[in-house]
């Protein structure tokens, strides 16, 4: 059976996107920093049919990080997919004249920092599989082609950073596919209630990398399922 782990999966776009693997027949692992609410996550996901198992991970503490390898190893022996959705926001429309030290720790400690180290540690588990497929869900906030967004500089650095992050692991890892996603402006707690997109649409690029799309794609940062430029 194929086996995903999709870390923040409580809610958002991540939940969606656990939904949809699990519609496909995967056994999702519904990672949540908070067990409660990743509990009601999983029992949504099984009353739809899918297998569906919670796996308590803050991706900002490495000791939560261990933990979740060990509980998806002692469920399933190899790990097909890793979605690293889990993000945050900490801050408004300021300048970087007057971003403090304290925001961009924190943002690029589950942005960037946390997608890094969730990897690291469940390589042994994708290894085992023949195409291992890592999707990080990134954001046009930190494309750097065409001028940078200026809204939102902790946010939107780490995700920068986290593509830089998808391109490292790529070239290390040729027979991995890994990719960075902008899922576009998306209706979730993060995105408000005037965003463009539903989840559905949030979440078809990455459920797509996840599944259908070749096996030799890799390196890339996609929007709607099309390459676009860092
Ligand atoms: P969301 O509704 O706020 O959900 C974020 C998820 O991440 C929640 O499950 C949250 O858990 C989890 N999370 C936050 N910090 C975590 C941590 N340290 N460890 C584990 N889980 C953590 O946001 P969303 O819109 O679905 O965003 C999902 C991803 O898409 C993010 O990476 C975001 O940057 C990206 N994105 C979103 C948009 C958009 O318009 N919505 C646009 C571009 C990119 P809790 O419920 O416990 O807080």
Not at 12 to 33: E, N, P, T, W
Not at 139 to 167: E, F, H, I, R
Request: charged share 15%; with cysteine.
């Amino acid at each position: 059976m194929k086996t995903a782990l999709v870390t923040g999966a409580n809610k958002g776009i991540g939940h969606q996107v656990a939904r949809q693997l699990g519609s496909k027949g995967f056994h999702v692992f519904v990672g949540a920093r908070n067990l409660e609410n990743g509990q009601k996550a999983t029992e949504v996901l099984r009353k739809n049919g899918a297998m569906a198992t919670v796996i308590p991970l803050d991706v900002s503490s490495s000791e939560s990080i261990g933990n979740a390898v060990h509980f998806v190893s002692a469920a399933a022996d190899h790990l097909d997919v890793l979605v690293n959705n889990a993000g945050v926001i900490l801050e408004g429309d300021n300048s970087i004249a007057q971003l403090d030290p304290e925001t961009v720790i924190k943002t690029f400690q589950t942005n960037t920092l946390g997608p890094l180290l969730v990897t690291q540690a469940f390589l042994p588990l994708l290894s085992r599989t023949k195409n291992p497929r890592v999707i990080n869900v990134s954001s046009g906030g930190g494309q750097l082609a065409d001028g940078m967004d200026t809204w939102a500089p902790a946010y939107c650095l780490s995700k920068t950073a986290l593509n830089a992050v998808t391109c490292l692991f790529a070239a290390a890892l040729p027979n991995f596919s890994i990719n960075s996603v902008c899922p576009g402006w998306v209706r979730t707690d993060m995105g408000g209630a005037n965003a463009t997109r539903s989840v559905e649409e949030g979440a078809d690029t990455i459920v797509w990398l996840a599944t259908e799309a070749p096996a030799n794609l890799t390196a890339k940062f996609l929007r709607d399922r099309k390459v676009i430029a860092w």
